[in-house]
């Protein structure tokens, strides 16, 4: 109960006006749970798409200092099989690629590359990486809200906020939490109701560390198949991905 009143007060600080038990809104809002996996569904249902994208993720160290790596991320889908992510900060940068046939990480840096088989959907390949490999696809989130029927059951806590101006777009704010994460999601009242940016407290660590990440989503773009199939340089060297069990 103490939690409950807790966030009441935070949310009424916010808006500005008195919150009570008596008018508090439900715990979960079917309307804003449904906006969530509605924009996660628009996001799958594209033809074409790029994002490109502003993360901070934060670190926080054991003597509780908090350092926050920024890195720009540049994302490129095309008919639900096709998927190029650039992710690049001044020290480093790694490209994922997918074909529909084949899935490649490179290093252009360190000139190593793994590629392993799959066919399959962008989300189908998403989520494959993660259970089987334990590498987490940059905004993977995007693609993966609400394709499972646990999503729904797994959110405690889901409301409207309130709208906010981002990049010069109207954005609805929604809070989410679940057993282990809060999340907050950022909809663009137009535009078919795109993400603009998002927010997740990773509520695992007592630390409590964030992950936010801004977007624009470009849906009007021409992409070259080839875009999506790595080649690799003549001095590149293989190497294998490794399983969650080894």
């Avoid at 628009?42 to 993720?57: K, N, P």
């Avoid at 992710?87 to 899935?103: D, L, Q």
């Avoid at 198949?225 to 080894?246: G, K, L, M, S, Y």
Wanted: aromatic content about 10%.
């Amino acid at each position: 109960m103490a939690r409950v009143s807790v966030l009441l007060a935070s949310v009424a600080s916010i808006l500005g006006a008195p919150v009570t038990a008596q008018d508090a809104p439900p715990a979960v809002d079917p309307a804003a749970l449904q906006a969530l996996f509605d924009m996660s569904e628009r996001m799958r249902g594209l033809d074409s798409f790029t994002i490109t994208a502003d993360i901070a993720s934060e670190v926080v160290l054991v003597t509780g200092e908090r350092l926050t790596s920024i890195d720009q991320v540049l994302i490129d889908a095309h008919k639900g099989t096709n998927l190029r992510i650039e992710k690049t900060s001044p020290t480093r940068e790694r490209i994922f690629y997918f074909n529909g046939e084949s899935a490649t990480l490179w290093g252009p840096v360190t000139q190593f590359y793994a590629t392993t088989a799959f066919s399959g959907t962008n989300a189908d390949l998403i989520a494959h990486l993660s259970q089987t490999f334990g590498y987490e696809v940059p905004l993977s989130d995007l693609f993966l809200l609400g394709t499972g029927t646990e999503d729904a059951e797994a959110v405690t806590q889901a409301r409207y906020i309130r709208p906010a101006n981002i990049g010069g777009r109207v954005c609805g704010q929604f809070a989410y939490r679940f057993e282990n994460v809060d999340l907050q999601m950022w909809i663009d009242t137009a535009e078919g109701g795109l993400p603009c940016a998002y927010q997740i407290v990773d509520r695992t660590d007592d630390a409590s560390p964030t992950f936010f990440a801004t977007l624009e989503v470009e849906t009007i773009v021409n992409l070259d198949d080839n875009r999506f199939t790595f080649v690799p340089p003549e001095d590149a060297i293989a190497i294998q991905f490794e399983t969650v069990a080894e």
